[in-house]
């Protein structure tokens, strides 16, 4: 028989242990709430726009929510209403042309869907949900109306469905047109007028951000191949993080596309008029990935463990560099005139200096390499790296036509070119007044 010492000793040690399991729980929900928090703020700091985008989603559920505690509009709906809920949830996107693209066709879909359904038979249900499923698979159709045809299946088949059974389907396919036409209206307006996330605008300034990523990289290259800093504590404090922003370059492909689907669906703005010429930003970001990519192969040569010695780096040390640079200015005057969205062709000298700094280089590696007893291995890391640089030169001109296409297409404003007394080789930019003209000052 147990002694009552034993009962009072086991209850203790039951109790430690409940109250032990507890702190550690409350010590866990603290820990998992604290690391929630510090996420949230990560977030919030990456991109302050989507604290913005919370409160209007909260605001749009909101004002549609009003429709549940007006009886006159309850009345009118009904159970209904909730559509008009369930649209804010699902139409409000992070961008405007988001927001458009859903809206739109889930109206559209809804319209169409409910008025085929409202008065079809089984036969038209399997031929026409038939159509609309084999239209999904039409790259051109599926990549705009993908979520318009869902909605359209859905709406077409409930409709459909119930009114074998219901003599009140039209009905319902009214109010719930109604609703959903209400919801998605009351997403886009408070999308469009209310701290507005333009997707051209982002496509925009990423286009621009590529290519002046591309011209720190190319400005800073010759620096680092080269060595020219012999400091090891300037080595150590200078900020090399300008090497690694080609990298964010490359895998940029699909947010040009998702930005350019969805700017098409936006209404003119700020500089973006109706119908401005999207797919050229992807033609640009498709040119600027192509550099990126010789770019990546140059910067292998910065840490590699193998490196041609110093004298025989010294041959093509100041054309190399000047390429380098030169290019990277180019592509800099690029970004600077894409983002202002001006029409300057500042970058032609900076183009023009590269070039000829190519034909120097390939004459001094023809002649100059042919007298050195260099190393073959020597030898062929410099004409490899030299040959890089030579279609980072081919690349930058690429691109710079393909902004000037685009800001001829575009309609940028342009500027006038002016010579400055101090050094008259240097094209300074400054605005026009008349827009039409370009007046060149000769000194």
Same mark, same amino acid.
């Given at each position: 028989?147990?002694?009552?010492?034993?009962?009072?000793?086991?209850?203790?040690?039951?109790?430690?242990?409940?109250?032990?399991?507890?702190?550690? %729980?409350?010590?866990?929900?603290?820990?998992?709430?604290?690391?929630?928090?510090?996420?949230?703020?990560?977030?919030?700091?990456?991109?302050? !726009?989507?604290?913005?985008?919370?409160?209007?989603? #909260?605001?749009?559920?909101?004002?549609?929510?009003?429709?549940?505690?007006?009886?006159?509009?309850?009345?009118?709906?009904?159970?209904?209403?909730?559509?008009?809920?369930?649209?804010?949830?699902?139409?409000?996107?992070?961008?405007?042309?988001?927001?458009?693209?859903?809206?739109?066709?889930?109206?559209?879909?809804?319209?169409?869907?409910?008025?085929?359904?409202?008065?079809?038979?089984?036969?038209?249900?399997?031929?026409?949900?038939?159509?609309?499923?084999?239209?999904?698979?039409?790259?051109?159709?599926?990549? !705009?109306?993908?979520?318009?045809?869902?909605?359209?299946?859905?709406?077409?088949?409930?409709?459909?469905?119930?009114?074998?059974?219901?003599?009140?389907?039209?009905?319902?396919?009214?109010?719930?047109?109604?609703?959903?036409?209400?919801?998605?209206?009351?997403?886009?307006?408070?999308?469009?007028?209310?701290?507005?996330?333009?997707?051209?605008?982002?496509?925009?300034?990423?286009?621009?951000?590529?290519?002046?990523?591309?011209?720190?990289?190319?400005?800073?290259?010759?620096?680092?191949?080269?060595?020219?800093?012999?400091?090891?504590?300037?080595?150590?404090?200078?900020?090399?993080?300008?090497?690694?922003?080609?990298?964010?370059?490359?895998?940029?492909?699909?947010?040009?596309?998702?930005?350019?689907?969805?700017?098409?669906?936006?209404? %003119?703005?700020? #500089?973006?008029?109706?119908?401005?010429?999207? $797919?050229?930003?992807?033609?640009?970001?498709?040119?600027? @990935?192509?550099?990126?990519?010789?770019?990546?192969?140059?910067?292998?040569?910065?840490?590699?463990?193998?490196?041609?010695?110093?004298?025989?780096?010294?041959?093509?040390?100041?054309?190399?560099?000047?390429?380098?640079?030169?290019? #990277?200015?180019?592509?800099?005057?690029?970004?600077?005139?894409?983002?202002?969205?001006?029409?300057?062709?500042?970058?032609?000298?900076?183009?023009?200096?590269?070039?000829?700094?190519?034909?120097?280089?390939?004459?001094?590696?023809?002649?100059?390499? @042919?007298?050195?007893?260099?190393?073959?291995?020597?030898?062929?890391?410099?004409?490899?790296?030299? %040959?890089?640089?030579?279609?980072?030169?081919?690349?930058?001109? $690429?691109?710079?036509?393909?902004?000037?296409?685009?800001?001829?297409?575009?309609?940028?404003?342009?500027?006038?070119?002016?010579?400055?007394?101090?050094?008259?080789?240097?094209?300074?930019?400054?605005?026009?007044?008349?827009?039409?003209?370009?007046?060149?000052?000769?000194?």
């Amino acid at each position: 028989m147990a002694s009552p010492n034993d009962d009072q000793k086991s209850n203790g040690a039951l109790t430690r242990g409940c109250q032990w399991f507890k702190a550690l %729980s409350v010590m866990s929900w603290v820990k998992i709430v604290v690391k929630a928090a510090e996420k949230s703020k990560q977030i919030a700091n990456d991109d302050p !726009r989507r604290i913005v985008h919370s409160l209007k989603v #909260g605001l749009a559920l909101i004002v549609v929510s009003m429709f549940y505690y007006f009886k006159q509009l309850f009345d009118n709906f009904g159970d209904n209403t909730m559509w008009a809920v369930l649209t804010v949830v699902v139409v409000f996107e992070f961008s405007v042309g988001a927001t458009f693209k859903k809206g739109l066709n889930r109206m559209i879909a809804t319209l169409t869907g409910g008025a085929l359904g409202a008065g079809a038979h089984l036969l038209a249900t399997l031929s026409g949900t038939g159509i609309v499923t084999f239209m999904k698979f039409f790259p051109s159709l599926k990549a !705009r109306f993908d979520y318009g045809f869902t909605i359209f299946i859905l709406t077409f088949c409930l409709i459909s469905v119930s009114g074998t059974r219901d003599s009140q389907a039209l009905k319902m396919a009214q109010d719930r047109l109604s609703t959903i036409i209400i919801g998605s209206c009351t997403a886009i307006l408070i999308c469009i007028f209310i701290c507005p996330v333009w997707s051209g605008e982002d496509l925009h300034n990423l286009v621009a951000g590529n290519i002046e990523k591309l011209g720190n990289f190319l400005e800073g290259f010759g620096v680092e191949y080269f060595q020219v800093i012999e400091d090891d504590d300037q080595k150590r404090n200078e900020d090399k993080s300008f090497l690694e922003g080609y990298k964010s370059v490359l895998n940029s492909k699909s947010n040009e596309e998702n930005m350019a689907s969805l700017a098409t669906w936006e209404p %003119s703005h700020g #500089g973006f008029r109706f119908r401005h010429p999207w $797919k050229q930003y992807q033609k640009i970001g498709t040119l600027t @990935r192509q550099c990126a990519y010789r770019i990546e192969a140059l910067s292998c040569y910065i840490d590699s463990e193998i490196q041609s010695s110093l004298e025989i780096r010294s041959i093509t040390q100041e054309t190399c560099t000047k390429i380098s640079t030169e290019s #990277g200015k180019a592509l800099k005057e690029l970004a600077i005139a894409t983002k202002k969205m001006t029409r300057s062709k500042s970058a032609n000298p900076h183009i023009a200096n590269s070039k000829t700094a190519v034909e120097k280089l390939k004459s001094e590696l023809k002649i100059r390499l @042919r007298e050195e007893e260099a190393l073959l291995l020597d030898t062929i890391q410099v004409g490899a790296v030299a %040959s890089l640089l030579v279609e980072v030169v081919e690349c930058t001109e $690429k691109i710079a036509e393909a902004v000037y296409e685009l800001a001829a297409v575009a309609e940028f404003k342009r500027v006038e070119a002016t010579v400055s007394r101090e050094q008259p080789h240097l094209l300074h930019q400054r605005e026009v007044v008349q827009p039409h003209h370009v007046i060149t000052v000769v000194e």
